[in-house]
């Protein structure tokens, strides 16, 4: 059977449907619309994090703007800065958020910065470390709970004194926990090009201790590696090393 309608009858359709909606808007069809969501009022509480690797190239700032203007993030980490003292300041400067804080880079080496739209979010520095920034972060009305911005050393002795401030950090507090960032690690083979029995040792450290504090490593989408170096394909490395982990309490929190 084939059905038909007609220009008529469609405009019919359209004005009895508007008469309807205009004269039981006090009564919900969907489910969802009887519990009315304040949020829904505001932009959701979205965090960008960007692998920078420099921020002192004249190309920088007007990508990250670009990015901004595209993503709208109300909280922004930068890692891998790789500049420090005033050069970092004006920077940062231009970059058009009224809350912001830093890590300085040492040498060329590290750096993180974490930006936030105070209008929107409130964000309360706790812990400043040479390879995270550690905040609490609240809205109005909603329960606070803390981020950490990773930038983790690539020398594994240095990464260490990272899982160590990070674990001491779990024992004063257990609320909702969010860390996202560069690890300089990965988890699995298939997460970087080429493997050595050094490499491997190293990713079972680190599952180790994602395991032993009870991180929830989240999931992903978009291309399966974060990073990437050498422009022949003999020299061509690539691997996942940026990711973001939370607690339990988070991940509930967030379903």
Partial sequence: MEIKITPLVMMVLNKLSEAFLSSSHSNPTNLMDRYPNRLNERPPL???????QGAGCPAFLAMLKEIIRINRPLVLELVETHISGEMAQRVCDRINYGGKTRVEAEGFSGGIWLFWKPKEVSVTPIVHHTQHITVEIARMGEIPWFFTAVYASPDSMRKEELWESLEDFARTDNRPWLAMGDFNDTRFMPERNGNSES??????????????????????????YTWARGNTSATRKWARLDRAICNTSWRVMFA
């Fill in 46 to 52: 979205s965090l960008m994090t960007w692998n920078v």
């Fill in 199 to 224: 490499m491997r040792r190293r990713y079972t450290r680190f599952n180790s201790w994602l395991e032993n504090n009870e991180w929830i490593d989240l999931d992903y989408s978009g291309p399966d």
